[in-house]
T-cell receptor, first 112, second 112 residues
Framework: DAGVTQSPTHLIKTRGQQVTLRCSPKSGHDTVSWYQQALGQGPQFIFQYYEEEERQRGNFPDRFSGHQFPNYSSELNVNALLLGDSALYLC????WGGGGYTFGSGTRLTVV | KQEVTQIPAALSVPEGENLVLNCSFT??????LQWFRQDPGKGLTSLLLIQSSQREQTSGRLNASLDKSSGRSTLYIAASQPGDSATYLC???????????FGEGTQLTVNP
C-alpha cells in the first residue's frame, strides 16, 4: 500500500523563479494538506484541499497557491521565490472527517 | 490561537533508559493529538494518534497519554535504543477537518 508520494525530492531554484511541487496521497485518502518546515522548526500549515477546493489556509501570502485534481493528487505552486522560501515542504493526506494524517518524505527546496 | 510547546528541546540519554517527552497546548478543545517522529532531512512518521475522548495509546515501547483539561500530553519511551534517535513532534487538531498545529519538537539522542 503506497503511502504519500512527493516529487521531486530536492530542488534548487533562483530567487524570483516559480516552482511546482507534486503530491500523491495515500491510497484511500481524499484530503491533502501542505506544510512548510524551516530548519529546526515545526511544520507550518500552508493550506488544505478537499474535493478540489481550498478548504483552509494558513498565514501564507498569495504567492503560494495550490490545486487538487480529480484523482486527489495535489500541486503546490510558489511564485516569485524568495530566499526565505527555502525549506522542506511536506504533503500530508487523510480521510475527510477523521483519522490521522500520513506525511510524505518531503521536497527540499533551496532558493539561491 | 492554538500554541503547542514541547519540552525539552533536546535530550541525550544512555541506551536502555526510560524517558518522557512533554507536549503542552493552549486551547484544550482539541479533536485529537498526534505524535510523529522525524529523522534528519526526512518526512514525518506517525507514531500514535490519541482522540480527545481517549486518555492514552500504546504501540510497542511507546505510550502516549493525554490530559485535555490541563492541556498536556506525554510520550513515554521504554528501554530506549540508539535507533530511537530522532526529533519527536506533537501536533494537535481542533476539529475533524482542521489543520495540525505543531510544536517545535524534541531532538532525542540515545547513546550506545
Amino acid at each position: 500500500d503506497a503511502g504519500v508520494t512527493q516529487s521531486p525530492t530536492h530542488l534548487i531554484k533562483t530567487r524570483g523563479q516559480q516552482v511546482t511541487l507534486r503530491c500523491s496521497p495515500k491510497s484511500g485518502h481524499d484530503t491533502v494538506s501542505w506544510y512548510q518546515q524551516a530548519l529546526g522548526q515545526g511544520p507550518q500549515f500552508i493550506f488544505q484541499y478537499y474535493e478540489e477546493e481550498e478548504r483552509q489556509r494558513g498565514n501564507f501570502p498569495d504567492r503560494f497557491s495550490g490545486h487538487q485534481f480529480p484523482n486527489y493528487s495535489s500541486e503546490l505552486n510558489v511564485n516569485a521565490l524568495l530566499l526565505g522560501d527555502s525549506a522542506l515542504y511536506l504533503c500530508a493526506s487523510r480521510l475527510w472527517g477523521g483519522g490521522g494524517y500520513t506525511f510524505g518524505s518531503g521536497t527540499r527546496l533551496t532558493v539561491v | 490561537k492554538q500554541e503547542v510547546t514541547q519540552i525539552p528541546a533536546a535530550l541525550s540519554v544512555p541506551e536502555g533508559e526510560n524517558l518522557v517527552l512533554n507536549c503542552s497546548f493552549t486551547d484544550s478543545a482539541i479533536y485529537n493529538l498526534q505524535w510523529f517522529r522525524q529523522d534528519p532531512g526526512k518526512g514525518l512518521t506517525s507514531l500514535l494518534l490519541i482522540q480527545s475522548s481517549q486518555r492514552e495509546q500504546t504501540s510497542g515501547r511507546l505510550n502516549a497519554s493525554l490530559d485535555k483539561s490541563s492541556g498536556r500530553s506525554t510520550l513515554y519511551i521504554a528501554a530506549s535504543q540508539p535507533g530511537d534517535s530522532a526529533t519527536y513532534l506533537c501536533a494537535v487538531s481542533l476539529s475533524s477537518g482542521s489543520r495540525l498545529t505543531f510544536g517545535e519538537g524534541t531532538q532525542l539522542t540515545v547513546n550506545p
